[in-house]
């Protein structure tokens, strides 16, 4: 008989990230206390999971699990009392994670894992107050968390190297595909390549040499299809022809001393640079509601996967072994 990871989750902090936890933990009929102070937090959540929902009925005909229920908790203590992992999700601020994390150990069960959503501060800092450090982690998502699969794991110094392990259990049996960051740096993986283009986009609005329509265009109409099926490396390693990587860096590897790069620099964020950016993105997208830009996000992202999948390949792949699971569940 199937028995799932943990039965019993809690989330602390329930805003964009949290409340794709929410959704990605009942998708696999995890049960989840979520604590958050906002009075709209409801409503929001709620339409975080009619998107899931939706996207989950796109995205397989798998036998999927039955859902989890979800409760909004009135307090951490009561989030968290019985939980066998606790998902961390409040603002990228290290005196509310810090008080978060005092709360949540006054109550959590003594081997439950906590776990941040961070995406940047270094775990050794997050857990160095923490009475038992050795069950936290950092397990990095990306919006929205109940599609995209990706998920990195950071331990920090004081970090039990099971709590990774059994980590990665847990995530993968969600669907994900963790991937473990084996040295702590601040930005992880992904947010530094992330940061590295974002501040390029911000220079290039900056300078008045393309507005943020004409950037997206340069992304979705080129290098961001590559991205999606194959990274940087190996995209590069077939830019070099039959001579693979070696002839590519002799190629490109002079232009890195060109001028094409402000990446150690950042334009000042001027009330003017800021009221340009906002501007030109209303141009772009102010046609849409946030809801639509949702929708229209996610069916595209079901649409990337399934076409992934039919050729088995990266996040295609994880959808691929996450629905054999679901299968091989189903008749057991
Ligand atoms: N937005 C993203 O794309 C993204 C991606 C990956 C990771 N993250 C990380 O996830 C975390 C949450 O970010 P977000 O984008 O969801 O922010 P958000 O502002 O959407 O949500 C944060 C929520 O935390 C709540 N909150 C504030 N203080 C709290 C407390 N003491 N206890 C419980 N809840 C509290 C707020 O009411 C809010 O609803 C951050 O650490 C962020 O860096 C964000």
């Given at each position: 008989?199937?028995?799932?990871?943990?039965?019993?989750a809690a989330v602390i902090g329930c805003g964009v990230i949290g409340a794709g936890w929410v959704?990605r933990l009942?998708?696999?009929?995890?049960?989840v206390r979520t604590f958050d102070p906002?009075?709209?937090?409801?409503?929001?959540?709620?339409?975080?999971?009619?998107?899931?929902?939706?996207?989950?009925?796109?995205?397989?005909?798998?036998?999927?699990?039955?859902?989890?229920?979800?409760?909004?908790a009135?307090s951490v203590a009561?989030a968290v009392?019985?939980a066998g992992v606790i998902i961390e999700a409040v603002p990228e601020r290290l005196d509310i994670k810090r008080a978060a994390y005092e709360e949540i150990e006054d109550s959590a069960?003594?081997?439950a894992i906590v776990a941040s959503s961070t995406s940047g501060i270094m775990p050794?800092i997050l857990q160095?107050q923490m009475?038992n450090p050795?069950r936290f982690l950092v397990t990095h998502p990306?919006?929205?968390v109940?599609?995209?699969?990706?998920v990195?794991l950071v331990?920090g110094?004081?970090t039990?190297?099971?709590t990774?392990?059994?980590a990665?259990?847990?995530f993968?049996?969600?669907?994900?595909?963790?991937?473990?960051?084996?040295?702590?740096?601040?930005?992880?993986?992904?947010?530094?390549?992330?940061?590295?283009?974002?501040?390029?986009?911000?220079?290039?609005?900056?300078?008045?040499?393309?507005?943020?329509?004409?950037?997206?265009?340069?992304?979705?109409?080129?290098?961001?299809?590559?991205?999606?099926?194959?990274?940087?490396?190996?995209?590069?390693?077939?830019?070099?022809?039959?001579?693979?990587?070696?002839?590519?860096?002799?190629?490109?590897?002079?232009?890195?001393?060109?001028?094409?790069?402000?990446?150690?620099?950042?334009?000042?964020?001027?009330?003017?640079?800021?009221?340009?950016?906002?501007?030109?993105?209303?141009?772009?997208?102010?046609?849409?509601?946030?809801?639509?830009?949702?929708?229209?996000?996610?069916?595209?992202?079901?649409?990337?996967?399934?076409?992934?999948?039919?050729?088995?390949?990266?996040?295609?792949?994880?959808?691929?072994?996450?629905?054999?699971?679901?299968?091989?569940?189903?008749?057991?």
């Amino acid at each position: 008989m199937h028995t799932p990871l943990v039965r019993k989750a809690a989330v602390i902090g329930c805003g964009v990230i949290g409340a794709g936890w929410v959704a990605r933990l009942i998708e696999n009929g995890v049960h989840v206390r979520t604590f958050d102070p906002a009075d709209d937090v409801s409503s929001k959540l709620e339409a975080v999971l009619i998107n899931s929902r939706h996207a989950y009925q796109e995205l397989t005909n798998a036998p999927r699990h039955e859902e989890g229920q979800v409760e909004i908790a009135s307090s951490v203590a009561e989030a968290v009392r019985d939980a066998g992992v606790i998902i961390e999700a409040v603002p990228e601020r290290l005196d509310i994670k810090r008080a978060a994390y005092e709360e949540i150990e006054d109550s959590a069960l003594s081997d439950a894992i906590v776990a941040s959503s961070t995406s940047g501060i270094m775990p050794s800092i997050l857990q160095d107050q923490m009475r038992n450090p050795e069950r936290f982690l950092v397990t990095h998502p990306f919006n929205p968390v109940y599609l995209i699969p990706l998920v990195e794991l950071v331990a920090g110094r004081q970090t039990d190297p099971q709590t990774i392990e059994r980590a990665g259990l847990l995530f993968d049996s969600f669907g994900m595909h963790p991937l473990h960051v084996r040295k702590e740096i601040e930005g992880f993986i992904a947010d530094r390549l992330l940061e590295a283009v974002w501040r390029e986009a911000l220079w290039l609005v900056n300078d008045g040499i393309a507005t943020t329509g004409e950037i997206d265009d340069a992304v979705r109409f080129g290098f961001g299809l590559r991205y999606a099926q194959m990274g940087i490396f190996d995209t590069y390693r077939m830019a070099g022809g039959e001579a693979g990587m070696r002839h590519f860096i002799a190629q490109f590897g002079p232009c890195l001393k060109w001028p094409w790069t402000k990446l150690m620099d950042v334009p000042e964020l001027t009330p003017e640079l800021i009221d340009l950016i906002a501007d030109q993105s209303d141009d772009q997208s102010g046609h849409l509601t946030h809801a639509e830009m949702e929708r229209l996000r996610d069916d595209n992202l079901v649409a990337l996967v399934q076409a992934l999948k039919t050729k088995g390949f990266g996040a295609g792949e994880t959808l691929a072994r996450y629905e054999r699971m679901l299968e091989s569940r189903d008749q057991t």
